[in-house]
């Protein structure tokens, strides 16, 4: 897993969650200002790489789907990202 080996666009989506913790697509989105579905595909990519991991927060007061958080899988591996 060579973390500057990937493009990046992805290596931004590191960044950002190496820093923030996590991120709903929608938020990653309009940080990097592409599309959900650009994010996705990227997520997509990471996750089938074992950089980030999806995970499900439903809160207790509301009702419906529940929102999709992205956080970083490895924090000791994502210290090389710049």
Do not use: C, F, W
């Given at each position: ?71 970083p899988r490895v924090l000791p591996l994502l210290q090389a990202v710049r």
């Amino acid at each position: 897993m060579n973390i500057q080996s990937l493009p990046e666009t992805r290596r931004s989506i590191l960044h950002i969650l190496k820093n923030d913790g996590s991120k709903t697509i929608a938020e990653l989105a309009s940080q990097l200002n592409l599309t959900e579905e650009s994010i996705r595909q990227h997520l997509l990519q990471l996750r089938h790489e074992g950089y980030v991991q999806r995970y499900s927060k439903r809160e207790l007061e509301k009702e419906g789907r529940p929102s999709i958080q992205i956080r970083p899988r490895v924090l000791p591996l994502l210290q090389a990202v710049r």
